[in-house]
């Protein structure tokens, strides 16, 4: 059955002090200021509501929660008011009931009556309102001005806005200015005329609406309705379960009618999100049904011939034979595997362990290599742990709030809600971006300091920043003195304190103003509780761990680690960054971060696992494409990754794989990189998943199946079979016992479990006999994980990728709201209807010189390659800057990106590459190429169906 | 593995420690850092080519590590 959540009508509060008061005869002790309504609905005492829910700040105008107060003339609305001690409250009586009526009466008097037909029947707060007070008749008669024939706005492709079922309780409204941020809603008109408009009286979709889904979550009726209620019915069931997309990992409700999902709804109760949702968890999960599904395992000798479906067991059968014979001809090293941020932390954990146990190499690596490896080794390094130091709901604690080369209303738009609504408190903004991305300036935010640095300066423009902390004497001497190491801080401080790292000389190399930085600075030292959030704009550059380690320094010179309201926050890209990193998926370490080459814990899986593993690191992912080019790495176990689209330099890497004699793909679709395999095992969405995820605030949540896997088998079922037919047994009869080997092995998990997950909700790791039961909210309380903090010299290098007159610009790539990394899943719903395809990104000035005008289609070439997008000009950029998506395979935006990578992870520099931009015709060879190849794998996958 | 892209991955890692002020702790963070990272035939096709072609082609920081370091390497 449905789990229907209690609404307390109004938010929880806070407070050292209790009140007592009397309601109803019954004595209710609440925080001071709760409202009457929520101590009453505590006490289990309903009070009639309309415009009240308890996600909202009171607003006090339905009149239908009025109750009687001992002392107090009239009848008080109880969501407004707060309760006090020795109040004695009465939520029902003869008049309250006749006035709750008469409130009633004039609704429904211009409210259609077609209950029965009406897509809200049976989750309709008005109806249940209507039942509650007892409505009988209404004595107005229908036939006086009503809005019954207002026209529905059908323009947004998930949900519907029916003005003629709306009660203008601004419930809407205040959800997209309170939870959202976005302001896009309002009530225009006065009077009988008021109604809801988006924007300018314009439909939703032409409205600044971002579509996050919070106004029809708080919408009382069937006003604003998602479409797949109006078209399915109600939902009968539902479990809640964690979406898979970003690295925010909301809670969701899945709401199912038999094994078809009905519609999504955020769980309230889910502390990464409190309710709140984006437009892809809320509304963008139809790919799980897509008819691009990939059902049947398919297998193939060459790229060139076409798929045949076979059973699973020859699948698996066929692959483990071609791994064993690539092997024996070429040795125990010649073949790996790679785990992926989108899938569970058992089933990731399952495939390292297939590597490292049934291959009997460490040539396994994640996704994570090309988005966040700089901050495992940068945070590694200075604070002993790769991990976020905090909760999200830390923000609320923040004072001065730094986002440095994230983007957080596209790219974590349900954090960025959170972060909206302290900074509309007060707490102070500096952006650290060459773009002027949303946050700098949106509806009542707007960033004290916006450092638009050039693409690559970000180490010189946070050792300037450190120079003025250190000069100026705004270094936290207690913290430091009692938390750091000494030596290291001491060879930082002398280091920064040179003039060569001042603000003024490094301006005319990072392009931002001296004095604008010595002031951010100054914010950030001495601002209160100072708070850094990141981003791939941090760690997608030549020196990506340079800047994570220069973020940790920052932090611990201002004595900005250890409790709420600080830290270092990396926000993770997609769902199970964070996990899969956890759990061992890179070639250096086992999981929990712990080194192959330490021979007690090698020991210690040996023993579990009953065999001998390799005390050398492994292969990365980029070293894995070199060894496939020289020959020495010819086979490949890839899940739930699309290295083809989403990794630097397309064409090497696909020249790499083209020159290997195995891959295997598992994946739901047929992506680029499965474009190349030999065998093609259908992976599950997370609708198929029991597992878990782990998101960025380090919170270990469960994936619940909700259907079953479409192709019959799990992927954790998967990887166990071909470790089986490896000869390696893997016999685990459900992903909680997985879980429980990781807890078993691996210190920071020992204390977790499903079945502890399932009772708490969710927990933080570390979560051991040394933690609370649910683990550890927030990092480095009391002294750093290694012990003492380790500062380290940040030296300045400028990036390889130079600007030239043959390549005048710098092109940075990253993604937008409505579509998600390289768009398997987002480019198969209705998402595409904000954004068909990717667009350059160009300013108003370099698209002058070049005669470019929006909508033009432009060649961009680099160093690496060439091709060709359409171009929309904008003022977002700096002169002299690109800027490009890549969530669409035949844009091609990694044919032009570099093999330029981080010293220390090999981590991709995706954001600076320089390039030229000048109007073409035509698309370029490499797309023309592609589109006959990408049509060619298209039908040998189709004459197997 | 192509040794020109291994020299060039060497050299930014050099890059990085050279800013050390205690010169050992540099040089042992170098070799260290390819020991702990490196898979053992990226670095057993680095030092044969240094044998070849000798450390011209590598900054002076990475160099040093790896003459200083090349036994545990």
């Known amino acids: 059955m449905i789990d229907h959540d209690i609404d307390y009508g109004t938010p929880r509060r806070t407070s050292e002090q209790e009140v007592t008061l009397t309601i109803d005869g019954m004595p209710v002790t609440v925080p001071a200021g709760t409202s009457l309504m929520r101590a009453a609905t505590e006490a289990g005492v309903m009070v009639p509501k309309l415009c009240a829910t308890d996600s909202l700040e009171p607003f006090g105008s339905c009149r239908l929660c009025l109750v009687e107060i001992d002392g107090r003339k009239g009848f008080p609305a109880s969501c407004t008011t707060p309760a006090e001690a020795g109040m004695n409250v009465r939520t029902q009586s003869d008049k309250l009931q006749q006035l709750r009526k008469g409130v009633m009466e004039l609704y429904i008097s211009d409210h259609p009556l077609d209950c029965l037909t009406c897509a809200a029947n049976g989750d309709c707060e008005l109806q249940t309102q209507a039942g509650v007070v007892g409505l009988r008749n209404v004595r107005y008669g229908y036939d006086g001005a009503n809005h019954l024939k207002d026209q529905k706005d059908e323009s947004n492709p998930y949900f519907t806005y029916d003005a003629s079922k709306c009660i203008v309780c601004n419930r809407c409204v205040r959800a997209c200015e309170e939870t959202q941020g976005t302001f896009a809603l309002t009530i225009s008109g006065r009077g009988f005329e008021s109604r809801v408009s988006p924007g300018q009286d314009q439909p939703f979709m032409d409205s600044e609406c971002v579509s996050c889904g919070a106004c029809v979550q708080a919408c009382p009726t069937a006003t604003l309705q998602e479409k797949t209620v109006i078209e399915r019915g109600q939902p009968e069931h539902s479990a809640i379960t964690t979406c898979a997309y970003c690295g925010v990992g909301c809670s969701f409700k899945a709401e199912m009618k038999g094994n078809e999902v009905i519609r999504m709804t955020p769980w309230k109760d889910g502390k990464a999100n409190e309710g709140h949702s984006c437009i892809k968890g809320r509304f963008a999960w139809g790919y799980a049904t897509h008819k691009d599904r990939i059902t049947k395992p398919m297998i193939r000798a060459k790229i060139t011939d076409p798929w045949r479906e076979v059973s699973w067991d020859e699948a698996i059968n066929h692959a483990a034979s071609e791994f064993k014979r690539i092997q024996a001809q070429h040795g125990r090293d010649s073949i790996g595997g790679i785990t992926s941020s989108r899938c569970t932390n058992e089933e990731t954990y399952l495939v390292q362990k297939l590597v490292r146990a049934a291959f009997g190499n460490n040539n396994v690596d994640t996704c994570a290599r090309v988005c966040h490896s700089p901050t495992g080794y940068g945070l590694g390094q200075t604070y002993g742990t790769s991990a976020g130091t905090q909760t999200f709901k830390s923000v609320e604690h923040a004072d001065v709030i730094m986002v440095i080369g994230a983007n957080p209303t596209d790219g974590h738009p349900v954090f960025a809600s959170r972060m909206k609504k302290r900074l509309r408190e007060g707490a102070k903004l500096i952006v650290v971006d060459p773009r002027a991305i949303d946050i700098v300036s949106s509806p009542h935010i707007k960033a004290e300091h916006h450092l638009a640095l050039r693409p690559g300066t970000n180490v010189a423009i946070i050792s300037a920043l450190a120079h003025v902390i250190v000069t100026e004497g705004l270094v936290d001497e207690k913290y430091v003195a009692e938390r750091c190491d000494p030596k290291s801080f001491q060879h930082w401080r002398d280091f920064v304190a040179k003039e060569e790292n001042s603000p003024e000389a490094l301006e005319a190399e990072t392009g931002v103003p001296a004095a604008t930085v010595r002031a951010a600075a100054r914010l950030y030292a001495t601002g209160g509780n100072a708070a850094i959030y990141y981003g791939l704009g941090v760690t997608e550059h030549a020196q990506g761990s340079t800047m994570v380690i220069g973020i940790a320094n920052l932090a611990m010179a201002t004595g900005n680690v250890g409790r709420e309201g600080v830290g270092v926050n990396p926000l993770r890209g997609q769902n199970n960054v964070q996990g899969s990193c956890d759990m061992g998926s890179f070639p250096h370490e086992l999981p929990g971060y712990r080194h192959i080459s330490d021979t007690t814990v090698r020991s210690l899986f040996e023993s579990h696992w009953g065999v001998e593993l390799q005390p050398e690191p492994g292969l990365r992912i980029p070293n894995m494409f070199e060894a496939a080019l020289t020959g020495s790495f010819k086979g490949l176990y890839c899940q739930g990754e699309d290295i083809v689209q989403s990794d630097p330099n397309t064409q090497h890497v696909s020249e790499a794989l083209s020159s290997m004699e195995c891959i295997v793909v598992q994946d739901i679709f047929l992506n680029e990189t499965a474009k190349y395999a030999h065998v093609l095992l259908p992976g599950s969405s997370f609708l198929e998943k029991e597992g878990t995820f782990t998101n960025a605030e380090r919170r270990i949540s469960r994936v619940r199946k909700v259907m079953p896997p479409l192709a019959g088998l799990a992927d954790w079922e998967v990887t166990c079979k071909l470790s089986n037919a490896l000869g390696y047994p893997m016999n685990y009869k459900h992903p909680s016992q997985i879980m429980d080997e990781i807890a078993a092995l691996t210190p920071t998990f020992h204390g977790v479990s499903f079945e502890k997950i399932d009772r708490l909700g969710s927990v933080q790791w570390p979560c051991n006999e040394n933690t609370e039961e649910a683990g550890t909210p927030i990092m480095h309380v009391g002294k750093f994980v290694r012990g003492k903090g380790r500062f380290l010299i940040t030296q300045y290098i400028a990036t390889p990728e130079k600007v030239t007159r043959k390549f005048p610009l710098l092109l940075t790539t990253g993604r937008i709201l409505s579509q998600y990394n390289v768009g398997a899943q987002t480019r198969r719903t209705a998402n595409n209807q904000w954004h068909s395809e990717d667009r350059l990104e160009v300013h108003p000035h370099d698209a002058e010189e070049r005669g470019i005008k929006t909508d033009d289609w432009v060649g961009i070439e680099s160093r690496a390659g060439y091709t060709v997008l359409r171009a929309v000009i904008s003022e977002r950029m700096q002169p002299g800057v690109v800027y490009t998506t890549f969530h669409f395979p035949e844009s091609g935006a990694n044919v032009i990106t570099t093999d330029n990578s981080d010293w220390a992870t090999n981590c991709p520099e995706y954001k600076v590459t320089a390039v030229q931009v000048l109007p073409v015709m035509q698309p370029s060879t490499w797309q023309k190429e592609y589109k006959v190849f990408s049509e060619n794998q298209e039908a040998l996958l189709n004459h197997a169906r | ?73």
């Open chain 2, 1 to 73: 593995m192509h040794v020109e892209n291994l020299i060039k991955m060497a050299n930014q890692i050099g890059e990085f420690f050279a800013s050390f002020p205690d010169r050992e702790e540099a040089l042992d963070g170098v070799a260290t850092h390819i020991k702990k990272f490196w898979e053992p035939r990226m670095r057993s096709a680095l030092l044969a080519h240094l044998d070849a072609a000798g450390y011209g082609e590598l900054n002076v920081t990475a160099a040093d590590a790896i003459r200083t370091h090349r036994g545990r390497l």
